[in-house]
């Protein structure tokens, strides 16, 4: 079966700690992933995906096929972070499969 | 052009009402995502066209369900004879054709009391 797995619904970090928002998949063929984001009262937005191999606003993932793992990193959390963030997969009918969302709460 | 546009972006109707919502995507923008939030849980897939060609709905999409992208452009979700379970927030994205990268609208929440 396809499916995104995020085991943390909250993760809360004082500003400037690392930050690793975990996202595990289940998914047969070659893996598309990508990192969502949604900032307080805003819409979804896509943050990265892996083919890019990009790094924006200070954010990476690495795809690690051997664990089926795409976590999302950054080195030293900022306020502006705080948001939900989504893991998701694309399927090959180009559909995307979102995992349950990780609320990441960064602290002064 | 701002984006994905969807209307209404709140509807709160009473069970057993119909409600139809309208999707506007980007203009050059030629596949169509419907997808469904509830609270506490990442969106999940509804229905997609292709252009005018509807190319696959999910099993979560019952009978009482319906969306049609008649020209190509916008789109309209239909949910007849709303249930309480139908409550969750309705999401609309677009994309160009070989782009694997949505544009989300802000969505339409629907409350059913």
């Known amino acids: 079966a396809q499916r995104v797995t995020q085991p943390e619904k909250l993760l809360s970090v004082f500003k400037g700690a690392p930050v690793e928002l975990k996202c595990n998949y289940s998914?047969?063929?070659?893996?598309?992933l990508f990192w969502y984001v949604q900032y307080s009262r805003q819409r979804l937005q896509l943050l990265l995906r892996h083919i890019s191999r990009e790094s924006i606003k200070g954010f990476t993932a690495d795809l690690n096929k051997g664990e089926t793992s795409f976590h999302l990193k950054k080195p030293f959390a900022q306020e502006e972070d705080s948001a939900m963030y989504y893991c998701?997969?694309?399927?090959?009918?180009?559909?995307?499969?979102f995992g349950s969302g990780t609320r990441l709460l960064v602290r002064p | 052009d701002t984006g994905v546009s969807q209307n209404p972006r709140h509807k709160i109707t009473k069970r057993g009402q119909n409600v139809t919502f309208r999707c506007d995507p980007i203009?050059?923008?030629?596949?169509l995502y419907w997808y469904r939030q509830t609270l506490g849980q990442g969106p999940e897939f509804l229905t997609y066209f292709q252009n005018e060609a509807q190319l696959e709905k999910s099993r979560l999409l019952s009978d009482r369900f319906s969306a049609e992208r008649p020209k190509g452009s916008f789109s309209t979700l239909e949910i007849q004879r709303t249930e309480q379970g139908d409550s969750a927030m309705y999401l609309c994205a677009s994309s160009l054709s070989g782009d694997r990268g949505y544009t989300f609208g802000s969505g339409t929440r629907l409350t059913v009391v």
């Open positions: 203009s050059e923008h030629n596949r």
């Open positions: 998701a997969l694309m399927d090959s009918s180009y559909k995307l499969i």
């Open positions: 998914y047969s063929g070659s893996p598309e």
